[in-house]
């Protein structure tokens, strides 16, 4: 997002904490320079909805990657059942 909205990075290297999120925190920067009038409030909220639309797009991209690792588990636990069942066969 650096590439998108330079004007927040620079402001936001200006935060109290480095973890700062530009919504609800003290001492932010980014907010104070929207109050202020420094930074466009139009700007700011495009900047929060593309920040959330990333966040839900890497929420989805976890789950869809815990889901295929517990498929393919589940493969692999079929299988080597699958194999115990014919070894303790012979």
Known sequence: MQDAFPEIDLLAAQCQF???RHMLEKNCAVKAAV???ELPRERYE???KLRQEIERL???QTKRGYL???RQAKIANR???EFMRVRNRE
């Open 68 to 70: 295929e690792k517990k």
């Open 18 to 20: 480095r973890d700062c």
């Open 46 to 48: 495009s900047y929060l």
């Open 35 to 37: 109050e202020a009038g």
């Open 58 to 60: 890497e929420q989805a």
């Open 79 to 81: 299988a080597l059942d």
